[in-house]
């Protein structure tokens, strides 16, 4: 089903900006609350899905179309794609149960979990590894070699909850005994961390944080990029991006939901799904994986 409105998604991005968080269910342009709470006679209430938006929403829809449609099916349900500008819109859905699944960054899920209880059901795996890291990035022909040359540029960040595009620069800063508010001479958010690439790659910015995998990711895929970017620092290793649900979901539902994410890489539909968008496979991590990002997000925090 959801290959078959792929053309009316198009027509629709060409008209709907970011900005007004729409959902495609798969093309419906509701905000939240809305939704009904129960079906109506004869209909089956859709299932909603957000996914944080790492990468452009046009982009969002166009990779993650199979996944979707894997959902789709195994569900036996029409699934619904919602989206919205910001980390903290897409947490507050989860939160009000506007929304039944949803894949978040890092960051935005360590304060999710510290504010409502939000609960993680699985993470990527990708090339072995279910850690990540924020890339410090510069047009490649800037001077700059390191973090500490970029003091005073200007710098793009993707989202004011972001770990990779955001929380790990700040806490690199503070550890090189930095005041993070007063090093960079002009800042942005970009709200997605291919903008932040681009705005790197066309020179609007002098440095940016973005995802390591959306870095690599974006490259292999727009092969010319590679010579207008490069990397002058990495962060500490991070645990990946969770897919979490609402702490009160059924416990049954909670245990179907999570079954099908770690065992779709066993059928054929949903390893090419999980190709699309470069994962192994899904596996379980236990909240203690993300200590670390809550030490650093602690200490942030505690900035004048």
Known sequence: MARRILTLIALSLLWV?????????????????????????????????????????????????????????????????????????????????????????????????????????????????????????????????????????????????????????????????????LFFGRTIYTYSHDNSIRAVADGLVDGAAVDSLVYTYLLNRHSELAGRVRVVARSEPCAMPPVVVHPAMEAEQKAFLQNVLLTMHQEEEGRAALARLQIDRFVFLDDRAYDSVRKALEEVERMP
């Not at 279910?130 to 800037?142: E, F, K, L, M, R």
């Not at 003091?151 to 700040?170: I, Q, W």
């Open 17 to 181: 900006s970011c900005n007004a968080g729409p959902s495609y269910p798969r093309v419906s342009l509701a905000e939240p609350g809305l939704f009904p709470a129960q079906a109506t006679v004869g209909e089956m209430r859709p299932f909603r899905v957000a996914i944080a938006a790492v990468i452009s929403p046009q982009s969002t829809v166009e990779e993650y179309l199979p996944f979707l449609d894997y959902l789709e099916e195994r569900l036996g349900r029409p699934v619904e794609l919602v989206q919205r500008r910001t980390y903290a819109e897409v947490n507050a859905l989860v939160r009000d149960r506007e929304v039944d699944l949803a894949l978040v960054c890092t960051g935005a899920y360590v304060r999710g979990h510290r504010d409502f209880g939000m609960e993680l059901l699985a993470v990527p795996q990708v090339q072995g590894e279910t850690v990540y890291y924020s890339y410090i990035i510069v047009p490649a022909s800037s001077p700059a070699r390191t973090l500490a040359d970029l003091r005073g540029k200007s710098f793009a960040f993707t989202d004011p909850l972001s770990n990779s595009g955001r929380l790990m620069v700040l806490h690199m800063l503070l550890q090189m005994g930095e005041e993070p508010g």
